[in-house]
């Protein structure tokens, strides 16, 4: 399988069986240069551009700042209110709900498709083309296209369901279907995943398939016993991946519904957004993205915990 | 180099009707955080300005020497004797902002000493770009400023009080101002910003849609009734091609809401100017947004999500068939619209005649090192010549200065319908608008619980209810 574990893949420089560095030939030191030479872009840029804000916004998160006047100091006031924001809660639940329904269905539909154009069938290239397309267009376009797609009076979607005799919802327009709305829209980019996962499937040893066909295993069995688990590395990242993503979406939602009817679709993201720059509350607004962040991380490590126990290293087997 | 930044400028506005403005605010504020946007900001600032350079007749639809005549005022403060530049941020289309260019110029012309670098952004980007500005200490020698954010900025302190440089003025005469084009931009210490228009909230009309419908165009016997009856009959079609009757949907979501919508019912949102109370559970109130939505309920008007991925205003497409809107819609109307479209007085209702109003201004900013030549242009800018040469003989409409209307009236660019705009700015447009510093959060609370109406999931008296419950302690906050 091609997706060893992250600890597999980072060798720590060698060290004696005393403990001590080992030295280096001139040749690993060259690379070692060229190694920090190649990362030094990134470091720079993260340290000027994203590491100065990121604690600067913590310590704004502890103050009240309109951004226009001086900072006043709160402590850890922002957050206590937070307590009490019933928006808030409602923004996290809704985050929570985006986050769920478009990874979930992101991920089921993203595989069945990638398994679909796993087929050696004639002009592969083209449906896998054609079904890759439209991850590449631009997420305004997208968004004005499903906002049209979704309009519940004169929507493709609509008018597809009234062909199969059913009253479609309000979607965009109703608080209740909003957000399935949105989430439905959110399938309109898995073609990256499913990129990635069709790489995962062609790296699939055949031998595999043939051992377990000998074993007497159907379609389904192999598919069980065999795809899954050499796939659960690349589930497993384009599901944790996936989370990250749209937990800070925000660009497509504010566009489609900027967060209404009824605030149904109004993620953290959006929040934040509205209480720096259209309320100018620059500490609650920073305090929002601190606890987004910690949601985050919270949620991504839950996975890898939970990771140990479905995903399958074949790398680590050997250990 | 001209050429360029006109390209620019309609790439900027062509993005603003795709909805992308808001996302490059996005950009900036989620991926490069609050110091990046300032820094960007300000590199924006540094790099996006124009110098002033006379604008050629073949550049612009307007003659740069209509109104170059002046007569322009002589400035109570002295000129400077050295070369400053003042940096001067302007909100402008394409199409107005090269006749900026074209005052700037004349501008330099008379004052030699000073120089003038327009920088102009889009309106959907503006708040932002100079709200991060603010923060980054980057501001223009003057700003524009509308009516909604003037309160918040004042109490920051971003601005100077100007009362000295006008009482030093003999000639500015601050009573030719409109009364409503000051109100947004006072507190209790002084003024702090110059209004050049106050526009009023007019019904403007789809003249072919009447005609079809076999309506008679809205004259002084029309009132709400007569609105709401002709807006159920040009409703009609359905889907993409439908026609609605009237917009925009009285929302308490819209800080304008007042004036046009609840006074004529003798109803109000907020106490005025106070704005700390809501008054939206009042019977008055309840009776005039229950009447009001009875055209919602018919499908007379549209919806937010209807009209959410189409440019401002909506009206320019041809299927609405009435249209209430500040003057400041006429020029997107009159270069984009394909039917026949006037304007009217927007009518009386059974209680009383009004319509708001609101405009915007120009400040000089606290962090100037130039304020006195930022007077000699605000004095220029918006004085009677300078009001009459950009707002009134190109049609751009409803100067702040009473004395540069009947040039306006006389311009070849006023729609037709511009002495009743006149007309309504004395005789019956009301200010009493959210223009406090809470507005944004009591128009976002009250539109959350209004969709419920709109849905059809909330009746609307308890929804005045709610909106009161949640408005009230965010009302609380102009008591302080």
Redesign the interface.
């Known amino acids: 399988m091609a997706f060893p574990s992250v600890a597999a893949r980072v060798r720590p420089r060698p060290r004696s069986e005393a403990g001590a560095r080992v030295k280096l030939g001139r040749q690993a030191r060259r690379e070692e240069l060229a190694f920090y030479a190649f990362i030094s872009l990134w470091i720079v840029g993260f340290l000027l551009?994203?590491a100065?804000?990121?604690v600067?916004?913590f310590l704004?998160s502890l103050t009240n700042w309109?951004?226009?006047?001086d900072p006043t100091w709160v402590g850890g006031g922002n957050y206590q209110r937070m307590l009490d924001d019933a928006?808030f809660f409602k923004a996290l639940r809704n985050t929570f709900y985006y986050g769920v329904g478009s990874v979930g269905l992101g991920v089921v539909t993203s595989f069945l498709l990638a398994l679909l154009l796993n087929q050696s069938v004639r002009g592969i290239a083209l449906f896998r083309t054609i079904f890759y397309l439209p991850a590449v267009v631009s997420?305004?376009a997208v968004?004005?296209l499903w906002?049209n797609i979704l309009?519940p009076?004169?929507g493709l979607l609509n008018a597809g369901l009234a062909r199969l005799g059913i009253d479609g919802p309000?979607w965009?327009?109703?608080?209740d279907w909003s957000m399935p709305g949105l989430i439905l829209m959110s399938l309109w980019g898995v073609g990256g995943a499913m990129v990635i996962y069709l790489a995962g499937l062609q790296s699939v040893p055949q031998h595999l398939y043939e051992a377990a066909a000998l074993d007497g295993a159907g379609a389904w069995r192999k598919f069980r016993d065999v795809t899954i688990p050499m796939m659960s590395p690349v589930i497993f990242y384009n599901v944790v991946v996936g989370f990250i993503t749209s937990l800070?979406g925000?660009?497509l939602i504010?566009?489609?519904?900027?967060g209404?009817?009824?605030?149904s679709t109004l993620v953290l993201?959006l929040y934040l957004?509205?209480n720096?720059?259209?309320?100018?509350d620059?500490g609650y607004a920073?305090a929002i993205a601190w606890v987004l962040l910690v949601v985050i991380m919270a949620i991504t490590a839950l996975q890898f915990v939970a990771a140990r126990y479905w995903v399958y290293y074949e790398a680590d087997q050997g250990r | 180099m001209a050429r360029r930044f006109d390209d620019v400028v309609e790439l900027a506005r062509e993005l603003e009707r795709r909805g992308m403005s808001r996302r490059h605010v996005l950009a900036l504020g989620a991926k490069l955080g609050i110091a990046a946007a300032a820094l960007t900001a300000g590199l924006e600032a540094a790099s996006g300005a124009v110098t002033a350079a006379p604008a050629r007749q073949g550049d612009s639809i307007f003659d740069p020497q209509a109104g170059a005549e002046g007569p322009w005022p002589q400035a109570a403060v002295p000129e400077p004797t050295e070369k400053v530049t003042l940096a001067i941020s302007h909100a402008w289309d394409a199409t107005f902002f090269k006749r900026q260019q074209q005052f700037d110029a004349l501008f330099t012309e008379r004052h030699p000493n000073i120089e003038i670098k327009a920088e102009n952004t889009p309106f959907a980007d503006y708040l932002q770009k100079y709200t991060a500005q603010a923060a980054g200490g980057t501001l223009p020698d003057i700003m524009y400023c509308q009516f909604a954010w003037a309160q918040q900025f004042i109490g920051q302190g971003l601005f100077q009080r100007l009362d000295d440089y006008i009482a030093g003025q003999p000639d500015f005469n601050l009573d030719d101002f409109v009364p409503p084009s000051l109100v947004s931009y006072r507190n209790e210490e002084g003024l702090y910003g110059i209004p050049y228009d106050e526009g009023p909230g007019m019904l403007y009309f789809n003249r072919d849609l009447f005609d079809k419908a076999g309506i008679a165009p809205p004259d002084d016997t029309w009132t709400l009734d007569t609105v709401k009856e002709a807006a159920l009959k040009l409703t009609s079609g359905e889907g993409a091609t439908k026609t609605f009757g009237l917009a925009p949907l009285p929302t308490p979501g819209a800080g304008t809401l007042a004036p046009a919508y609840l006074f004529p019912f003798g109803a109000a949102y907020v106490n005025e100017p106070e704005e700390t109370t809501c008054r939206l559970t009042e019977p008055a109130a309840v009776e005039a947004m229950t009447w009001w939505d009875e055209l919602r309920a018919a499908g007379a008007v549209p919806t937010p999500d209807d009209v959410r991925n189409v440019a401002w205003p909506a009206f320019q497409f041809g299927n609405i068939g009435m249209f209430l809107e500040g003057t400041w819609a006429t020029p997107p109307i009159r270069e984009n619209a394909k039917f026949n479209w006037e304007m009217a007085l927007w009518p009386k209702g059974p209680q009383a005649h009004a319509t708001f109003s609101a405009g915007s201004a120009y400040m000089i900013t606290t962090g100037t090192e130039n304020a006195d030549a930022a007077w000699i242009y605000l004095n220029d800018y918006l004085s009677t010549a300078g009001q009459r040469y950009m707002w009134a003989l190109t049609g751009r409409g409803s100067p702040a200065r009473l004395s540069a209307w009947p040039a306006y009236l006389d311009s070849e660019f006023a729609p037709a319908g511009a002495p009743l705009a006149q007309q309504a700015l004395t005789s019956i447009a009301s200010h009493e608008i959210l223009d406090k510093p809470t507005g944004p959060r009591v128009t976002q609370a009250a539109q959350a619980i209004w969709d419920e109406v709109i849905a059809g999931s909330l009746e609307v008296e308890p929804a005045l209810q709610q909106i009161c419950q949640a408005i009230d302690p965010i009302l609380a906050q102009n008591a302080s």
């Open positions: 551009f994203d100065g804000p990121i600067a916004s704004v309109s951004l226009l006047g928006v997420g305004i968004a004005i906002t309009h009076d004169y309000g965009l327009k109703s608080p800070q925000f660009v504010l566009i489609m519904t900027d209404g009817p009824a605030n993201g957004y509205r720096a720059f259209t309320f100018f620059l920073s």
